[in-house]
């Protein structure tokens, strides 16, 4: 039977995610069969497996560092929210219901035995589970039912690492204060600490360090510095979304921070290429940046397409892009953005909300029905022939994965997933996600670009040769034996496998 070892934090990212992903690598180096595991997770970045099953990117993440297939059961219940109060319920891959949160909280009760499932489904297959918690467990109005935490632990007898962030200051306060608000039980659960994102000389924490082991009676097993690397964020908290690159890159992309942005894991590819800036705007102003209207504007997924279509309205973004599409500026929509970009859409089941359709951006002469029915696959092909500015892109193989729910028509009535139009063909729709990871896709967009970004910045120092970009995937492995070097430095292996030796699934 597997061991099993649980990830918790005193708050949200506090990087539970990278540190999971990176023990995954680590543990696959030592010859173990390792799989990730999140009971549940709420996220609008998500990824279709092989089988269409719908599961939250940062167990892929963390399956891709155990350099294993991504699977639907390594995060059972995935909640993507449409609203507030409100969100979509997946179970083991497949979109179940809708739901607010307060009807939730009582529903999950009848999914553990679908978790319970899918964990010993996993561990009959692997040597190590290593479980990623969420939030805190000591939100002491949620204990009751936990189910991701705590509660979890119980369930599969999992010790547990609890992490703390000294980036954002108080992490003696956060480490304390959650180990003591636990029931006595589950503080001896707690089997060791950890502090990560630490900027300076450990030797000056020390004595805090020696400190809270007294008070809290647990082993500090190791302090990680500020890593920077690219791996996926959660959303609403993702640094991506509030800073780009600090010297702005030759080529320019902006990308519609829209309120309920979903799978911008899309551009990530981007992060490997030094004269590349990817910035995400929320005001019309901001379109421009210091240099100009950008070279690029992309429309990204959506969880609620018409809501954000509104949005863009009510905010004056939407008259913006309109009128840089009308002079020329490359335009790209993604998923919702593609929908958006669109002359109308149409939601007669009230699949997303109370809305039943909206004048979309009419840059793309098509219109788009949402459908009940979920659409998850995965996809691949060539590209069609394309004119104008996208005109590189023609020919080149593309592969990626497509989730949503609507179907576009162009005005013949025929079903699309790729569309172009515009002032030279300048404005482009499609409905894959991870279309530019691949290295042809991704050097083939830039290429496009190349052209305006010369002008721009008139150097001449743009994308024109083959060969600069390697496949995003082999790019993300790199990242994750930085990653698992950096941990084997900083934390103290040894006493983890001590205590797996110890912590085997409870029957």
């Known amino acids: 039977m597997a061991k099993v070892l649980m990830i918790q934090g005193t708050m949200s990212n506090v990087g539970k995610s990278v540190l999971t992903a990176g023990l995954c690598r680590v543990f696959r180096r030592k010859g173990y069969r390792v ?8 996220s609008l970045n998500s990824y279709v497996t092989r089988d269409g099953g719908e599961m939250g990117r940062a167990q892929v993440m963390q399956a891709e560092a155990a350099g294993i297939e991504p699977d639907a059961r390594m995060n059972p219940i995935l909640l993507k929210p449409t609203g507030d109060m409100t969100s979509q319920v997946i179970v083991n891959g497949k979109a179940r219901v809708m739901m607010p949160a307060k009807e939730y909280f009582s529903y999950r009760k009848t999914l553990v035995p679908e978790v319970l499932s899918s964990f010993r489904y996993l561990a009959e297959r692997s040597d190590l589970i290593l479980i990623e918690g969420a939030g805190s467990p000591a939100e002491i109005n949620l204990m009751q039912d936990d189910i991701v935490n705590m509660g979890l632990a119980r ?14 200051g108080g992490v003696f306060a956060q480490l304390f204060g959650t180990v003591k608000l636990l029931p006595e039980c589950d503080q001896d659960r707690i089997k060791g600490l950890v502090i990560n994102r630490f900027r300076g000389d450990v030797e000056l924490l020390k004595p805090g360090l020696s400190d809270l082991e007294t008070l809290t009676g647990k082993k500090v097993l190791g302090v990680v510095p500020y890593l920077t690397l690219s791996l996926d964020d959660e959303d609403s908290l993702s640094e991506r979304l509030t800073e780009t690159k600090q010297t702005k890159g030759t080529v320019d992309l902006a990308v519609i921070r829209l309120p309920h942005l979903s799978n911008f894991t899309d551009l990530d ?7 590349v800036s990817v910035r995400y705007v929320t005001k019309k102003d901001e379109l421009e940046g210091d240099g100009g209207v950008p070279d ?5 997924g959506s969880r609620n397409t018409i809501g954000d279509l509104l949005w863009l309205k009510d905010t004056g973004l939407a008259d913006r892009v309109q009128e840089l599409a009308s002079s020329g500026t490359p335009v790209i929509g993604i998923c919702g953005g593609f929908q958006m970009l669109g002359e109308r859409i149409c939601d007669p089941d009230h699949v997303e909300g109370d809305t039943a359709e909206a004048e979309g951006l009419s840059l793309l002469p098509c219109t788009t029905v949402l459908e009940k029915e979920k659409t998850t696959v995965q996809t691949k092909g060539k590209i069609q022939k394309l004119s104008g500015i996208f005109a590189p892109l023609s020919g080149r193989d593309f592969e990626g994965y497509e989730i949503h729910q609507g179907v576009t028509t162009d005005r013949d009535g025929k079903s699309v997933r790729f569309l172009q139009s515009g002032k030279n063909g300048n404005v482009l729709g499609t409905y894959v996600h991870g279309i530019f990871d691949t290295r042809e896709m991704g050097e083939g967009l830039l290429i496009c670009l190349a052209g305006s970004a010369e002008d721009r910045a008139g150097s001449g120092e743009t994308w024109k040769e083959e060969g600069s970009m390697e496949d995003y995937a082999s790019f993300r492995d790199h990242q994750y034996d930085l990653l698992a070097d950096a941990l084997e430095e900083s934390l103290d292996i040894s006493a983890i496998e001590e205590i ?3 912590a085997k699934i409870q029957q």
């Open 35 to 42: 799989a990730p595991f999140k009971s549940q997770n709420m």
């Open 155 to 168: 369930l599969v007898g999992a010790p547990v690492l609890l992490v703390g962030d000294i980036d954002r």
């Open 269 to 275: 590819t981007f992060d490997q290429a030094e004269d």
């Open 296 to 300: 690029l504007l992309i429309l990204p």
């Open 500 to 502: 797996l030796q110890e």
